[in-house]
């Protein structure tokens, strides 16, 4: 279960603008598109400068917002941080583009006839940047380091409870028990809760170590200057022969986009994301620059509480989902680009898209019949929404709807720092969100429906949908547990405590000798297979 | 004299310490709860969690004890740590401001290099055509936000002419040619608005000791116009500049928070806007404390330069 915050992911980049637009008014120069973790299919294939093959050497540079905070992963929180992690550590499985689980320090796994343990046997012959081994040992440490309550990793909740016993069973076999079946564990086991950590230079640099990360990754961490750059160079003893390509990559912190845009044009960067729709145009006629885009599968959607006003009634709800104008939002917000959502699942193996067509069409008629059954005494709603300029366009849109019902919508902005805090506390009830995709379906659809979810902002609590979660959990099969997720998307489309809006497509841009590039589901870009043609 | 600095020195303090309240109790104040940013953008936290980070960091305690707690140990010079970074305060801000003291040093030199001869040449041809040329550039200086400028000029010079780099910062110690080429741009962008408004300075300051007594005199003593100009004219309109620099030093802070953003350099001013997005409250209050402590010593500075340039200043 990847359990991170999409709407988060929102705030982590795009607060660039926000923060520039706080300061000085700068709306200008915004722009708009954040890194959120989404999940779906690159339309661009991986390229290969010229048709020749990868070459060494060379450093990299790729240009973002990083507001990183520790690269100790297990501490992680923070969106951007994922970018260098994943240069510096392994994690025990990975996923492929479709999120499917595929191997990485583990070569190989066993599901128990129980299907309550799950065995690793993991490559041999592995060593830390310190020299010390990445074994079945380091393994058990690091797993048992998240469980230890005194430790107060904050990715303790995503594995534990299941997560009862880890077990040494050889030096390259490791084996994980669980309370009950649990197939997000393994997804769990390619993010945060995945990367193995040095177990010496944890203790070497103890609550230092996350501005000295040592990992067996192919990169080795060379030095950071918060809020100004992080620089790996490759790590000579790494497991992968041949690997990795490039001699050092530098992560600058870039906070503007529009300085972002013009480091690619000038080849000052070699690679950068998160480009706002309406730039990209611009940037796919510039001279030796490729645009990638890729179909995410996050979510945008405006949200309301089942129990609070004002979107306790149902039938208030149904009125403003027929009411919403997908497409109107699709089309100016998002340079028409995305998809239209319907439906919370939009990537990775349990998206259904037989789905796409259901959920509320826009039709004002059936919205209007609706609202008169919703027989309001009131019809003044606060709507409140975090302060961000792609979220304000939204509002914009999706008002206008409303308002042709004869609603009148007092609209309240909230500092984006503060919105998701006030949403938690219930003074935030009817608001616009997005949620990123996790490699495990049950991630996103748990922590939102389930009505012990953490992320249950909505006040849902509906019996059938929590046995269907806990049922489809332990399920291994994937083509089994997707029909179960078709049954959960169904009856939480039809509650529309959630509203959805679009899957927006996500885009980056980088140098034309850049070979290798890949658009990860989950947007976060493996830079360790990159290299630069001479 | 002596006398006179203690009294400002202390009268620093008792500002500083109003200053920490106002802050404090604004940013307590005016934000929500801060544990959900301080988690992080992708927390899993469950609220066992949350609960413990607020004690931990003793957001659970009330306002007025969590700022005396806060003062009795700002008083010894330890400013606590910072919510969003494993470091303490002191040491998160000591390593931010070279840069910052740079880029605003550089500016300042860059903007008085420029206004002094242009404000000069304005004022010699009060009504030229210099003058009138002037003053419509320093109104589109003093008009143009800083953002905008720095963009503009990295658009021309980065992007158009491929001049200069377009945002970054690289110690003077790793590579001194590489610093100064990206510090090029932020300091023109944090000076424009300075020499408009410190030429314009220097023009009026000029123009009115042109007309003075003692000018006429030394002309009619039979001295030449230039070194009237050079030793009677210019020292005397530069005496009152001084102070008027000391008071810009203040809004040279707010040019450069925005300077640095845009050109990505890691000085106090990405840190500041970092901590109030973050809410990391003890860097805030931390960075407000050390920027107002500059702005004031700084004035007073510029007060005892005053007395140092001017000898009937001192003696009074």
């Known amino acids: 279960m990847n359990v991170e915050k999409g709407i988060q992911d929102m705030i982590a980049t795009p607060i660039t603008r926000r923060r520039f637009g706080q300061l000085a008014g700068a709306s200008a120069l915004a722009s708009l598109v954040a890194a959120c973790a989404g999940g779906g299919t690159a339309l661009t294939p991986s390229a290969s400068p010229a048709g020749r093959g990868p070459v060494r050497g060379g450093t ?115 084996r994980l028990r669980t309370s009950l079946a649990w197939r997000p ?17 944890v203790a070497k640099y103890g609550k230092d170590f996350g501005r000295n990360p040592v990992g067996s990754g192919p990169f080795k961490f060379v030095e950071w200057t918060p809020d100004s750059r992080v620089v790996v160079e490759r790590f000579e003893g790494y497991w992968e022969p041949g690997k990795p390509y490039l001699d050092r990559i530098e992560v600058r912190h870039v906070p503007d986009s529009q300085v972002r845009l013009t480091m690619i044009r000038t080849g000052e960067a070699h690679l950068i994301d998160s480009v706002d729709p309406s730039l990209v145009g611009n940037l796919r006629s510039a001279a030796g620059v490729t645009v990638s885009e890729l179909q995410s599968g996050r979510f945008w959607a405006v949200q309301g509480h089942n129990g609070k006003a004002p979107l306790n009634n ?12 997908r497409a109107a939002i699709k089309r100016v917000v998002f340079s028409d680009t995305g998809r239209v959502a319907t439906h919370p699942l939009g990537s990775g193996w349990a998206y259904d898209r037989s789905l796409d067509a259901g959920g509320y069409p826009f039709d004002l008629d059936k919205a209007q019949a609706s609202l008169t059954k919703a027989n309001l005494t009131n ?17 914009q849109v999706v008002g206008t709807g409303y308002q042709k019902l004869g609603l009148t919508i007092q609209h309240q902005t909230v500092p984006a720092a503060d919105w998701f805090g006030l949403l938690k506390e219930g003074k935030v009830n009817w608001t616009i969100t997005n949620w990123a995709p996790r490699a495990d379906p049950d991630g996103l659809l748990r922590i ?87 | 004299m002596l006398r006179y600095v203690a009294e400002r020195l202390l009268l620093t303090v008792a500002l500083l310490f109003v200053i920490s309240i106002a802050t404090f109790g604004l940013m307590s104040l005016v934000v929500g709860d801060p544990v959900y940013a301080i988690l992080g953008s992708e927390s899993s936290a469950d609220e066992l969690t949350i609960e413990r980070l607020r004690r931990e960091l003793q957001l659970d305690r009330p306002l007025p004890v969590r700022y005396l707690d806060w003062a009795s140990h700002a008083v010894t010079g330890d400013l ?112 424009a608005a300075y020499v408009g408004s410190l030429s314009r300075y220097v023009r009026s300051l ?78 805030v209050q931390g960075i407000v404390l050390f920027v107002t402590a500059a702005v004031v010593l700084s004035s007073l500075g510029v007060d005892l330069l005053y007395g140092f340039l001017d000898p009937r200043v001192r003696m009074s």
């Not at chain 1, 564990?185 to 230079?201: D, T, Y």
């Not at chain 1, 590039?517 to 001479?534: E, G, Q, S, T, W």
């Not at chain 2, 640095?260 to 001013?269: H, K, N, R, T």
Request: proline letters at 5%; charged letters at 20%; one cysteine or more.
């Open chain 1, 60 to 174: 990299f540079v790729y240009a973002r917002n990083l507001d990183a905070k520790t690269f100790d992963p297990h501490f992680s929180a923070q969106f951007s941080e994922r970018y260098v992690l994943y240069l510096i550590f392994n994690t025990l499985v990975a996923y492929d583009k479709d999120f499917n689980i595929v191997p990485d320090l583990a070569q190989s796994w066993d599901i128990s006839g129980d299907r309550q343990a799950i065995t690793f046997k993991l490559r041999a012959g592995v060593k830390f940047h310190d020299g010390t081994d990445c074994d079945a040992t380091a393994v058990k440490w690091n797993l048992d380091r998240i469980l230890d309550k005194n430790v107060n990793s904050p990715l303790r909740g995503q594995i534990q409870p299941p997560l009862t016993a880890v077990e040494v069973v050889d030096p390259t076999t490791v």
């Open chain 1, 185 to 201: 564990l393994l997804a769990a086991l390619g993010e945060r809760p995945g990367f193995i950590v040095s177990p010496a230079a």
């Open chain 1, 314 to 325: 149902a039938d208030l709800r149904k009125a403003i989902a027929y009411a919403t104008d």
């Open chain 1, 379 to 395: 019809k003044t709603l606060l709507f409140a929404t975090s302060s961000e300029r792609a979220i304000q366009d939204m509002a």
């Open chain 1, 448 to 534: 939102l429906w389930h009505s012990k979810g953490f992320q249950n902002t909505t006040g849902y609590s509906n019996p059938e949908v929590d046995r269907l979660l806990d049922e489809a959990a332990g399920i291994f099969d994937t083509a089994k547990a997707k029909e179960l997720y078709r049954k959960v998307e169904e009856i939480v489309v039809e509650n529309a405590d959630y509203s959805f809006l679009v899957w927006p497509s996500e885009f980056a841009a980088y140098r034309s000798e850049v070979g290798n590039f890949v658009y990860h589901p989950d947007l976060i870009l493996r830079m360790r297979d990159l290299y630069i043609a001479k």
């Open chain 2, 80 to 191: 606590g740590r910072s919510f969003r970074q494993p470091v303490p305060v002191r040491d998160a801000v000591l390593a931010r401001l070279p840069v910052t003291l740079e880029l605003t040093a550089l500016a300042t030199a860059l903007a008085i290099a420029c206004a002094i001869p242009l404000g000069m040449a304005a004022a010699l041809r009060a009504g030229g055509r210099l003058d009138v040329g002037l003053s419509a550039v320093a109104a589109v200086n003093l008009s143009l936000p800083n953002f905008l400028l720095g963009i503009l000029l990295i658009y021309v010079f980065a992007l158009r002419l491929r001049w200069l780099p377009s945002a970054g910062y690289i110690p003077v110690t790793t590579d001194p040619l590489a610093h100064l080429r990206l510090l090029l741009l932020p300091t023109v962008t944090l000076a």
């Open chain 2, 206 to 283: 000029m123009a009115d000791v042109l007309h003075e007594d003692y000018v006429r005199t030394a002309r009619a003593k039979g001295l030449g116009r230039a070194v009237v100009i050079r030793r009677h004219a210019l020292r005397n309109a530069l005496i009152p500049l001084t102070t008027v620099i000391g008071v810009e030093v203040a809004g040279l802070f707010g040019g450069a928070v925005v300077t640095e953003i845009v050109f990505s350099l890691p000085g106090v001013g990405t840190l500041l806007t970092e901590s109030i997005l973050g809410r990391d409250l003890p860097m």
